[in-house]
């Protein structure tokens, strides 16, 4: 983030001086007048040295602006000018950095600002510390216990309308990061006389009058309150109201604060009923009653406020009322009841009033340390803040003013010995020159005070236990005997006559002297407040609550714990508990805050010189400032010194051999610090100006972002190396592979070539090997076929001179052998027989016919006439035999063939036989007929009853009977009649009617004529001048035309034993009547039927078309 650079150094633009110790001359006017410019220039913080003055503005300075913050933030203390935010920032980066507990101490008077400084410091620190959820949470508890704490513990007083009226401790826990974890608060003694009394002109703690104006009337009638503050006597009437205050808006953000912290509900209710409880209980009255054996008697006026506490508490009234009543005083298990009397009623209400309230108080403390409480048990670095009531000096001083200005000489004496004492002490010890700077200690004020045996709070002690009467007189009596000679306590009565005829002194006060001041505090109370004592009665009563939150406030109430000793007395325990913080303090590094007070008017722009001089005077400022310039602005002890710098110098960087010291001189040498900037003491080395020590920081700064740089630098390098190692290896590890793998590859694709070349290589070798083989075996063979030709030409040669030799020779030996033969024949032929050759020759012939005919017995072709296979004949001279054997069989098995005809068959046969002869190759119709069998009589005459009457009329065997086409001659038309053939004759009938139309007697028919086409078309030439030949030739067409003629032809032939001349020709002649007509067969017809188209064209031509 950019910070806004608005200067470089709290010299610039200075009004004044900003650091006293710049002072020149420095004198207690200078002082005032540089406090009173700054002041008037709104300049309200001054710092002499690491010492922070502040003087109170009483009005709103924008100072404190979150730019602010961030504008101070991270920056060194001198840097910028004085600031609250320059010391919470140096306080709190010390702690984080420097792992060394911090606190800050913030003193003052009344309204001088401290509670205002405490805030700003935990906002600042706020602000800059970690972030985070968590982290956040923690944060807003802490700050939002103020407001809780302010309500119950603050109220207006005539110094400030928002005085603190207890002391607060409060420790912020941080983790080594800096962030915030948690935080205890610790509280000292409330001032719980407001409870009950308010001085003129201030109020009760804001709280009252907070419930009363800002809870709603719901609220208000659950507590049973009503919103009058006048109705309560607890609550001073003369300023209920506060100017600048809301007392209502305060309710509300209390309420919420509360609910921040982590209150339930329900408890925050618990916590506003003791609040009403304690108003109630001032409400309550006596009034004197009846004296009974002589003793005072008191009464509650009204019950009714009673009762109202009672339901509120949860305590039995009479309960309450008895213990209002009566005082038990337990001793030596004896009990003795007295009954009180009016004032002593009184005075037990208010003790139990303020005891409820400061008891709450404490409470509440505790109840928010639950809650605010760091939750980790790591190891926490401390920031204390402490903001205790301011020196208070009053019209009217008692024990509380006194306990208070005994806390504030307790701070005074750290502060004296932490910057004064202790600074002069050390320089002595470290043999630094010095000169010896005089300052007021108020170590005798503190021992006047907590002195053991003669303390002040001793005697009171002492006074309050001692047995007989012992008043608040008997106790300033002792002071006086005991504490007359102390230097810095006065009294009246003391046997030093110095104050005899003081009139300031009145008798029953004594005064001290304090560092701030001189103080009268009236001796009456003292006696009183130091017991702090409430009767048993009522703490017994108020165990006795069901209301949970007042009985647990009560615990010495319960019967079952009774403890007879005297509880420790509010001083001791004050004493105690200071006594602890002090020691808590000076544990850590103390950082002031030293708030002053400008007016006594909370007026904003006045700057009362005389009380701001007196608070610069009580203070010690002017001997801080003289100390601080004398001597050294910081000390540090050498190792830690060289550990911190050592980096800024060769020699001692990065080890140091030699002692410490001499490393620290060397290192300031070569640093060129002027030797008046420092000091070597035995230990430590002193450093003069916070300046030298700044620009050390800054150099340190400097170098120790150039060694981050360097050592970034080198871990970059590092890194990087490394990555480039990895890299590297990788990329060898990757290429090693690769090459392994292209190597492979190669040596594969190489080998493979190799192989493929080393295979082609062996294949031409081999073909040459091969071919060379070819050629020498071609060649062997060559020689062989040569040499076996050659052995072959020579053999044949040698062979045939053998035949020809052997010729030669069996010629001769056959020549001999017939000579031999017909030599010996003609000598044995009488021993042999003369036909013996022709035997032999015929049994070789029986042999061989033998032979021939089994294997023509097994070789045998089937028995069907068609089958034309025949087996080969063996013997050339079977020739003739074998041929003969052939036919002989064919005719056998046709003969076969025949003889399985029937008569029938045979007839037909021989028709068909007959038809062939007359047809064949003679009429184109005739193949078709070849495969329809003859059947002569087509039409059932005898059987159809149809043509009875005709099958009566004839009593021959019919050949042929069947529809025809008759052809009329005229005009070539064609008429359906049956034409029958009988053994004689030949008649045609109507086909209707059967009636017979015409006989014709077989021997007049002469001749059938027909064309040598494929039609059925034939004329029956009939004998001139016969009967039937009166109308002459008939003309027919027949799809049996074969048939009829074949039959008309052999049954002409047996009747007549004549052959009926049939003529095949495409022109003919027939007679009609007279008439010579001319038959012609004219190719084309598109009529398929069996009906020949005729047509007469004129006397001598009729034209037949055929297919
Ligand atoms: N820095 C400041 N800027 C503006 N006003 C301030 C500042 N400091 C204090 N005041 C004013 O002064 C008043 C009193 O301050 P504060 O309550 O802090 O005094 P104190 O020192 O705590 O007194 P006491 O000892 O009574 O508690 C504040 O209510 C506020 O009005
Ligand atoms: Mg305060």
Sequence with gaps: MAKTEVKTSLLDNMIGVGDMVLLEPLSEETFIDNLKKRFDHSEIYTYIGSVLISVNPYRPLPIYSPEKVEEYR????????????????????????????????????????????????????????????????????????????????????????????????????????????????????????????????????????????????????????????????????????????????????????????GFPDHEAESILEVVATVLKLGNIEFKPDSRVNGLDESKIKDKNELKEICELTGIDQPVLERAFSFRTVEAKQEKVSTTLNVAQAYYARDALAKNLYSRLFSWLVNRINESIKAQTKVRKKVMGVLDIYGFEIFEDNSFEQFIINYCNEKLQQIFIELTLKEEQEEYIQEDIEWTHINYFNNTIICDLIENNTN???????????????????????????????????????????????????????????????????????????????????????????????????????????????????????????????????QDKNPNYIRCIKPNDKKAAHIFNETLVCHQVRYLGLLENVRVRRAGYAFRQVYEPCLERYKMLCKQTWPHWKGPARSGVEALFSELEIPVEEYSFGKSKIFIRNPRTLFKLEDLRKQRVEDLATLIQKIYRGWKCRTHF?????????????????????????????????????????????????????????????????WHGTQARRELSRLKEEARKKHAIAVIWAYWLGSKVRREYRKFFRSYAGKKIYEFIIQRIMQNYFLEMKNKMPSVSPIDKNWPSRPYLFLDSTHKELKRIFHLWRCKKYRDQFTDQQKLIYEEKLEASELFKDKKALYPSSVGQPFQGPYLEINENPKYKKLKDAIEEKIIIAEVVNKINRANGKSTSRIFLLTNNNLLLADQKSGQIKSEVPLVDVTKVSMSSQNDGFFAIHLKEGSEAASKGDFLFSSDHLIEMATKLYRTTLSQTNQKLNIEISDEFLVQFRKDKVCVKFIQGSQNNGSVPMCKRKNNRLLEVAVP
């Design 725 to 789: 190692l990895l890299m590297r290896k990788s990329q060898i590890m990757i290429a090693a592979w690769y090459r392994r793998y292209a190597q492979q590859k190669w040596y594969q694709k190489t080998k493979s070539s190799a192989l493929v070349i080393q295979s082609y290589i062996r294949g031409w070798k081999a073909r040459q090997i091969l071919r060379e083989l070819k050629h020498q075996k071609r060649c062997e063979e060559a020689v062989t076929t040569i040499a076996a030709y």
């Design 74 to 261: 991270n920056r060194n203390f001198y840097e910028l000018s004085p600031h609250i935010y320059a010391l919470s920032d140096e306080v709190y980066r010390s702690l984080r950095d420097q792992d060394k507990d911090q606190c800050i101490l913030i003193t003052g008077e009344s309204g001088a600002g401290k509670t205002e400084a405490s805030k700003l410091v935990m906002s600042y620190i706020a602000a800059v510390c970690g972030k985070g959820a968590e982290v956040n949470q923690v944060k807003e508890q802490l700050l939002q216990s103020n407001p809780v704490l302010e309500a119950f513990g603050n109220a207006k007083t005539v110094r400030n309308d928002n005085s603190s009226r207890f002391g607060k401790y409060m420790d912020i826990e941080f983790n080594f990061k800096g962030d915030p974890l948690g935080g205890v608060i610790s509280n000292y003694l409330l001032e719980k006389s407001r409870v009950v009394k308010q001085p003129r002109g201030e109020r009760n703690f804001h709280v009252f009058y907070q419930l009363l104006s800002g809870a709603s009337e719901e609220l208000l009638n659950k507590l049973k309150l009503k919103r009058d503050v006048s109705r309560y006597n607890y609550l001073s009437l003369d300023s209920a109201k506060v100017n600048g205050m809301d007392d209502a808006a305060n309710f509300r953000t209390v309420r919420n604060a509360m609910q921040i912290v």
């Design 455 to 585: 303390g002040i709070l001793a005697m009171l002690d002492e006074e309050c236990l001692r047995p007989g009467i012992v008043s608040d007189e008997t106790f300033l009596e002792k002071l006086n005997q005991v504490c007359a000679t102390h230097q810095h306590f006065e009294s009246r009565m003391s046997k030093c006559s110095r104050f005899l005829n003081d009139t300031s002194l009145p008798h029953s006060c004594f005064r001290i002297q304090h560092y701030a001041g001189k103080v009268l505090y009236q001796v009456e109370g003292f006696v009183d407040k130091n017991n702090d004592l409430l009767y048993r009665d009522l703490s017994q009563a108020m165990w006795k609550a069901s209301q949970a939150l007042i009985k647990s406030l009560f615990p010495e109430g319960n019967p079952a714990k009774i403890n007879l000793k005297r509880p420790p007395t509010a001083g001791s325990q004050f004493k105690a508990s200071v006594a602890t913080l002090m020691k808590n303090l």
